[in-house]
Every structure is written in structure tokens, then in C-alpha cells.
């Protein structure tokens, strides 16, 4: 036996559910996708580079800053003080991680050189590898670094 109904067909907007829920998932994707991605570190102004770093599994990210007080240091999105840091990465030396961890030391412009090169000997010192992070400009050639002399 056939089962029939007599009632006329009204899917109203049974068929527009699956197309609002499609561009719902799209605006969220639009919206949260820049919060989703893995973004180290602070916000500097990173003096050019022409050069480009490979991409490494493990990545620990030291961030200097101008401050008031000297220089602002993070570790990721932490700031430290430097005697924090140096006790932090004894730490991460302790748990094995300068056997695989690469340092990505980011220096803001203004920072004085003189931090930026403390930091960086006691990174090395730890028994970490150390690459300093520029911005992806066009900088100076070589030969602009080097005058000839006259």
C-alpha cells in the first residue's frame, strides 16, 4: 500500500538552510582565521634584510623593543627581564630543547645594538642557534656596505 499525501509541497526555506549555513562558515573563517594562525612575538619595526630564512619545525621567538626603561624583551608573547630570559632559556637547555630549537631574534629599529648583541651571546651561549629576523626589503647591496677605496 502507497502512502500519499494531498497536501500541496511548501519547503519555504527548508532548501536555504544549507546555503545560509555554507556563508555563516565562511564569514566565521573570514573573521577568526587571522586570530587561528600561530603568530609569535610583538609587533616591531624590523630593519630591511635581503635575505630569507628556511622554514624550521621549532621555533622559539625573542622579541626586543624600545622601552623606557632600556629595552623590552619578550619570549614568544611573554616579556621578560633579561635575567628572566636567561634563567628561562636555561631552562628550555635543561629540557633538551637546543638540540632542536631554532632562535629567531626579532630587534626593533630603535633598539640600542649593544642589548641586541647581549641577547644574542647569551642565546649562543646556551647552546642555541641563533638567526636574526629583518623585514623582506630590497636593503643596501653589499657593495654599498664596502666602499672602494679612493
Known sequence: M???????????????????DVFALLWLLFLLGPSLLRQSGVMVELPPSRFQLERYQETLV????????????????????????TARME????????????????????TPVGIERQVSEMVLSKGFRLAMVGANVAGPQVSDLNPSPE
Open 91 to 110: 631552562q628550555l637547555r635543561d629540557e633538551g630543547a637546543a638540540a632542536k630549537a631554532m632562535v629567531l631574534l626579532q630587534t626593533d629599529a630603535g
Open 2 to 20: 502507497k502512502l500519499e499525501t494531498n497536501l500541496p509541497e511548501r519547503p519555504g526555506l527548508l532548501h536555504a538552510v544549507p546555503v545560509l
Open 62 to 85: 625573542i622579541t626586543l623593543g624600545p622601552g623606557e626603561n632600556g629595552a623590552r624583551i619578550h619570549l614568544g608573547r611573554d616579556a621578560l627581564a633579561f635575567s628572566a630570559l
